[in-house]
């Protein structure tokens, strides 16, 4: 079968590698549609998220949907011709922090896309049945595949434990930043303030409930929302951004005892923090490492229409093409906000 493989920076090319067979548990998926993330953007440029680093030929890809074709022993029989969205991360399920129930930071974490593991980049993906969530008629393959991402929303906004009527900052207005302030204003946030280097993206963000948004290059992220909230700082920070500058500023915009939720990815292993601007406010700083047992409400909110993935994605490609994506989305050109891989 067809798959593209990375084999440098901005080097990446089709291969032809088998096909896969469904072991006990797993179900076969035809790939449908695969989405170009922000994480990914470290390894095709860099090869590298900080000290994780691709030291072979890799696919890469993890956002994805598809349809079932058939199953491994002891998988559901009911999934096969069924779309599914697809939890990429697969647990150990034995170690402390699995046993505990937070298996998105377990330390024997199976995930595709990421060095030594292959991506989804290809026709077909062999994966454990229960990853696999069967979408309602009527979605489409490319939402479907969003709603990887949007699980990555919806537990950043549940971190936040947000209040009816706060405020909230988004830093960074690419997919990342666009679905968390849409579902951070469903959970109650009142007013979002939101920043970003590119003007497409600032304008953009007005459509998914960002209220006020600004450029960060022209207006100074900290004095602008610092006076737009009266001096007083924004209730809740997301960062979501792929900066190592985003962190800090999320801290100086937040208000005293207030909650800043890191959900960007910079790519180095250290970034700066103002610590004692951070200590004077006693702020709650929450990274956010992927989700948590959130795809069933994910999909919920894209079935109801109470969130818009399919707008976001603006540009799609055939497999053969995908190296263009990850280069459209590399250069934030064509006013490009999420991309994605269509079969
Ligand atoms: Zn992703
Ligand atoms: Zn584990």
Same mark, same amino acid.
């Given at each position: ?13 089709? *291969?032809?590698?088998?096909? !896969? ?12 549609s695969?989405g170009?993330?922000?994480? /990914? ?6 090869? #590298? ?5 691709? *030291? =072979?030929? $890799?696919?890469?890809?993890?956002e994805?949907a598809?349809?079932?074709? +058939?199953? %491994? ?9 069924k779309r599914v969205a697809v939890e990429? @991360? ?12 937070? &298996? ?19 026709? &077909?993906?062999? &994966? ?5 969530y069967p979408t309602p008629d009527g979605m489409s393959a490319q939402e479907a595949a969003m709603i990887e991402p949007l699980a990555v929303a919806v537990h950043a906004v549940e971190?936040?434990?947000v209040?009816r ?5 988004? $830093?960074?207005? %690419?997919p990342? %930043?666009l679905l968390t302030a849409q579902v951070a204003k469903l959970k109650g946030i009142?007013?979002v303030?939101?920043?970003? $280097? ?9 459509r998914y409930g960002?209220?006020? #948004?600004?450029?960060?290059?022209? @207006? ?7 006076? =737009? ?15 190592? /500058?985003?962190? #800090? $500023?999320?801290?100086?915009? *937040?208000? !005293? ?14 970034? !700066?923090?103002?610590?004692?601007? +951070? ?12 989700f948590?047992s959130n795809f069933p409400e994910a999909i919920d909110l894209v079935a109801t229409g109470k969130v818009d993935v399919s707008s976001i994605v603006?540009?799609?490609? !055939? ?19 999420k #991309?994605?891989?269509?079969?």
């Amino acid at each position: 079968m067809k798959a593209i493989k990375w084999f440098a920076p901005r080097d990446m090319r089709l *291969t032809d590698i088998e096909k !896969p067979v469904p072991k006990p548990h797993e179900a076969l998926v035809r790939v449908e549609s695969i989405g170009v993330c922000g994480s /990914d953007m470290h390894y095709y440029e860099d090869g #590298a998220i900080g000290q994780t680093r691709i *030291t =072979e030929p $890799l696919i890469l890809g993890h956002e994805f949907a598809g349809i079932v074709e +058939a199953v %491994g022993k002891d998988a559901d029989p009911a999934l096969v011709g069924k779309r599914v969205a697809v939890e990429p @991360s697969i647990p150990c399920g034995e170690c402390e922090w699995c046993r505990t129930g937070h &298996y998105n930071v377990c330390t024997n974490l199976f995930f595709p896309g990421g060095p030594p593991y292959d991506g989804v980049l290809c026709e &077909y993906a062999a &994966y454990d049945a229960n990853n696999c969530y069967p979408t309602p008629d009527g979605m489409s393959a490319q939402e479907a595949a969003m709603i990887e991402p949007l699980a990555v929303a919806v537990h950043a906004v549940e971190l936040a434990r947000v209040q009816r009527g706060e405020t909230a900052a988004v $830093l960074g207005l %690419g997919p990342i %930043g666009l679905l968390t302030a849409q579902v951070a204003k469903l959970k109650g946030i009142e007013v979002v303030y939101g920043t970003d $280097l590119h003007d497409y993206r600032v304008a953009a963000s007005k459509r998914y409930g960002v209220d006020h #948004a600004y450029n960060a290059e022209t @207006s100074d992220t900290v004095e602008t929302i610092m006076r =737009e909230t009266n001096g007083r700082g924004v209730d809740v920070a997301f960062d979501a951004a792929r900066s190592s /500058d985003t962190p #800090a $500023l999320a801290c100086r915009v *937040t208000r !005293p005892v207030g909650r800043c939720i890191l959900i960007g990815i910079s790519g180095t292993e250290e970034d !700066p923090f103002p610590v004692s601007n +951070a200590r004077r406010k006693e702020l709650t700083v929450q990274w956010c490492r992927r989700f948590k047992s959130n795809f069933p409400e994910a999909i919920d909110l894209v079935a109801t229409g109470k969130v818009d993935v399919s707008s976001i994605v603006t540009h799609s490609f !055939p497999l053969e093409r995908a190296p263009e994506a990850f280069a459209l989305v590399a250069g934030f050109s064509d006013n490009v906000l999420k #991309a994605s891989v269509d079969l």
